[in-house]
C-alpha cells in the first residue's frame, strides 16, 4: 500500500513539474503576427528587404530545385506574378536548396521565373518554421501572414489565386 502511494506521489510530482515546464519550453508566436524580416540578395546581384515591401501583398514561396511539387507550382506561381504585380503583388522565391548557385540560376532560367529568387539561409527558414517544401506564405499590405500552405496541388493554386486576388484589392 505504502509502495502503491509512494509511486503515485512520485509520478503525480512529475506530472506537475512537466505541466510547470511546458510553457518556458513552447516558442511563442510572433506576438505582433508581423512576418519576420530578412535582407537578402536576389540571384542577380539585387537586395530585398521584406519591410520595404509594406504596402504590397508579398508571397513568399520555400521550395528547391528539386522538389517535383514545387517544379510543378512555380508556373501557377509565375501566371499568379504575371496577373496581380501591377495590382501591388510581390512575389519572392526563397530556395533552399544547399550547394553551387549555379544549379539555381540554370534552373530560374529554364523555368523562366520572372520574379526575384534568393537563397533562404537556415535562420530564415526557421523563422519561418519551414519544415516542409513547398511551404508558401501569403503577406498582408501590413506585412501579417494571412495565409500559410504545405505542399502542392490544383485546389491550393485555386485558393492562392483568389486570396491574392482579396488582399490586392482590400484597402490599406
Known amino acids: 500500500m505504502k509502495q502503491s502511494l509512494l509511486r503515485w506521489l512520485i509520478i503525480l510530482s512529475?506530472?506537475?513539474?512537466w505541466l510547470?515546464?511546458?510553457?518556458?519550453c513552447a516558442k511563442k508566436e510572433n506576438e505582433t503576427g508581423l512576418?519576420?524580416?530578412?535582407?537578402?540578395?536576389t540571384f542577380d546581384g539585387k537586395e530585398?528587404?521584406?519591410?520595404?515591401?509594406?504596402g504590397k501583398v508579398v508571397l513568399l514561396d520555400f521550395w528547391a530545385t528539386w522538389c517535383g511539387p514545387c517544379k510543378e507550382s512555380i508556373p501557377h506561381?509565375?501566371?499568379?506574378?504575371?496577373?496581380?504585380?501591377?495590382s501591388g503583388?510581390?512575389?519572392?522565391?526563397?530556395?533552399?536548396?544547399?550547394?553551387d548557385g549555379e544549379v539555381v540560376r540554370r534552373f530560374i532560367t529554364s523555368m523562366d521565373?520572372?520574379?526575384?529568387?534568393?537563397?533562404?539561409?537556415?535562420?530564415?527558414v526557421r523563422s519561418y518554421r519551414v519544415t516542409g517544401i513547398p511551404a508558401t506564405f501569403l503577406i498582408d499590405k501590413e506585412g501579417k501572414i494571412r495565409e500559410?500552405?504545405?505542399?502542392?496541388?490544383?485546389?491550393?493554386?485555386?485558393q492562392l489565386a483568389t486570396q491574392v486576388a482579396n488582399l490586392t484589392s482590400e484597402k490599406p
Do not use: W
Open 77 to 86: 506561381l509565375i501566371q499568379l506574378y504575371k496577373d496581380y504585380r501591377e
Open 148 to 158: 500559410r500552405m504545405a505542399g502542392f496541388n490544383s485546389t491550393m493554386a485555386r
Open 20 to 24: 510547470s515546464l511546458l510553457p518556458h
Open 89 to 99: 503583388f510581390e512575389l519572392v522565391g526563397m530556395n533552399v536548396d544547399k550547394g
Open 14 to 17: 512529475l506530472c506537475l513539474a
Open 113 to 124: 521565373i520572372p520574379y526575384p529568387v534568393v537563397s533562404a539561409p537556415e535562420d530564415v
Open 35 to 41: 512576418a519576420p524580416d530578412f535582407t537578402l540578395k
Open 48 to 54: 530585398i528587404t521584406l519591410s520595404q515591401l509594406k
